[in-house]
């Protein structure tokens, strides 16, 4: 054994600590590995990265209240108290027929929770909302990530159809969908149109036919039921169709004759007068859009929708046309194949490039780091809640060649000390011993042209994020396996006793003759005539 030898294994630490241990490198491979499909499994695949929507929304109805008395009885009565609370960016307000909504929208750095309970108490203050208007209702944005568009169309009437709908909807989320909204679809109304003569000759009002059919027709509380534990009471009215409001007693004449509200009005279902009509092709459509919660995976949401839709396409008629467009989770499969084929297409020429530079062995060991340094990312990524989709993707496929740079420096050192005389064992020791402050300050540099990412702000800075937090985890990633596995992987084999083969020689007497022959003289020229090198870059 040389001094050389001598001092690269007393060197290192715990480096040279892992390069001599017989099991160590293969175990942390095994296990970086299993550790990455674990992660595989359950990191989240979809379009793109999830984000909170910071705002808040507060709905106030007031049936029969047209949008100038909605505006001044409701809206200029709670924006005042709503206007001025905490890290509130943005308010806008909308006045409608018998509706007022007023959506707050709050600083990314804000605590919804605070927020939401902030915009509570500042509604409980108002205290002059109209009597008839309803109770404001408070809710926080739920964002839900689209996986499909289904379009509902044939033959049949807007009733018939809108029925199909709910039926394939009820059917979706009964599969397991987390979300189904019903579009194109015009909501459904309960007109009754009074017969003057009627009212007038039993002495009614409209007031007080409408009183009595809000009554009947609302969910009404009840009061409370105190014993050992206190209840709320509320009565809920199951009069919902036509036909059942059209039975409710209006008023009872001395006789004892009962009037319904069928005998003074007809009363009837219709579809909203000023609703959006969905066309296709020529014929009333209805349209469905199959949507997932950020705790959902895209792709195995897309196969419970494309599962279901065989499945049950039998129960509905065959001139009935369900179309699945705008898959998005199509989309997430073409960038997965692309991540992949672009690895493996990187691989190979990973593979070529130091199969004509190093020897057999050490681009064997350096190529076989790309995928334990990959999946060993994939693990970091699921530590930090991150998840597999367009930004992760394109974080991930730009990481290929940087991942390789590292096991390549490593590999290459180790190669040219055995070359030299020093025996594998300590080559290996050796080379992760120099080469790991280098290695480690190149990485450094990567990561500090990433990290100004992180404080983009908004929307878009949170959809950014995803790239140097892949960048990061793919960078320790690389470096744990170039510096703890690789060692250990290239002391092993032994030199051949007919030195390199044929092929080899022919390999490094070309690459000797570019280097020697063409790139260092190019070298010495640029250098000699520098000014003219920097005036021909420039120009």
């Known amino acids: 054994r040389g001094p050389g030898a001598s001092n690269g294994q007393r060197g290192g630490g715990r480096l040279s600590a892992f390069a001599r241990h017989p099991t160590a490198p293969k175990l942390a491979m095994v296990i970086f590995s299993l550790l990455g499909v674990f992660a595989l499994d359950r990191l989240n695949r979809q379009f793109f990265p999830d984000f909170e929507v910071p705002a808040i929304t507060v709905t106030v109805a007031w049936p029969g209240a047209s949008a100038e008395d909605t505006e001044a009885n409701i809206l200029d009565v709670l924006e005042p ?83 199909y709908a709910k039926k394939l909807r009820d059917g979706l989320l009964n599969a397991g969908i987390d979300s189904v909204v019903l579009t194109g679809a015009r909501d459904e109304e309960i007109w009754i149109k009074f017969r003057e003569e009627e009212l007038r000759r039993l002495g009614l009002t409209l007031d007080e036919v409408a009183r009595v059919v809000r009554e009947n027709t609302q969910d009404q509380p ?13 009565a809920k009215s199951d009069r919902k169709t036509a036909e059942a409001i059209a039975e409710l007693e209006i008023k009872s004449l001395p006789t004892g004759q009962k009037v319904l509200l069928r005998d003074v009005a007809d009363v009837s279902a219709r579809f909203e007068r000023n609703g959006v009509i969905t ?26 929708m494309k599962d279901y839709l065989a499945q049950s396409r039998p129960e509905y008629p065959p001139s009935l046309d369900i179309k699945v467009y705008n898959i998005r989770g199509e989309l997430v499969e073409q960038r997965l194949g692309i991540l992949i084929t672009n690895g493996l297409q990187g691989l190979a020429l990973v593979l070529v490039a130091l199969f004509v530079f190093l020897n057999a062995r050490v681009a064997f060991w350096t190529a076989a780091g790309i995928p334990v340094a990959l999946l060993a990312t994939l693990f970091i990524m699921w530590l930090s809640g991150q998840s ?21 420096v490593v590999g290459e050192h180790a190669s040219t000390l055995e070359e030299r005389g020093m025996p594998r064992l300590a080559a290996s020791q050796q080379a992760a011993h120099i080469m790991f402050a280098p290695v480690t300050a190149a990485s450094l540099t990567t990561a500090a042209a990433f990290l100004p990412m992180f404080f983009i702000a908004d929307r878009i800075g949170d959809i950014l994020r995803g790239i140097p937090l892949v960048v990061l985890a793919a960078l320790l990633a690389s470096l744990v396996e170039c510096f703890l596995i690789l060692p250990g992987h290239l002391r092993h084999g032994r030199a051949s006793a007919k030195g390199p083969s044929r092929m080899r020689r022919a390999i490094d007497g070309g690459v000797d003759f570019l280097r020697e022959r063409l790139f260092s003289p190019f070298v010495r020229v640029a250098y000699d005539w520098r000014y003219t090198t920097v005036a021909v870059l420039i120009a």
């Open 388 to 408: 597999i989709n367009m930004v992760s993707m394109f974080a991930l496929i730009m990481m290929l060649g940087i991942i390789v740079d590292d096991a390549i």
């Open 279 to 304: 066309v296709s092709q020529g014929q009333k459509a209805v349209g469905l859009r199959v949507q997932r919660a950020l705790t959902a995976d895209t792709l195995e949401t897309m196969r419970i």
């Open 81 to 163: 108290e709503l206007r001025f609370i905490d890290n509130i960016e943005e308010v806008t307000s909308y006045a409608r027929e018998g509706n007022a909504m007023i959506s707050l929208e709050f600083s990314p750095t804000a605590d919804m929770q605070k927020a939401q309970s902030d915009v509570e108490q500042a509604v409980s203050r108002v205290t002059t909302l109209p009597e008839d208007a309803e109770q404001p209702i408070i809710s926080r944005a739920t964002l839900y990530d689209p996986i499909a568009d289904i379009r509902i169309t044939g033959p049949f009437s807007e009733r018939v159809l809108k029925g």
């Open 222 to 234: 009840a009061g409370i039921l105190e014993g050992e534990s206190e209840l709320q009471l509320r």
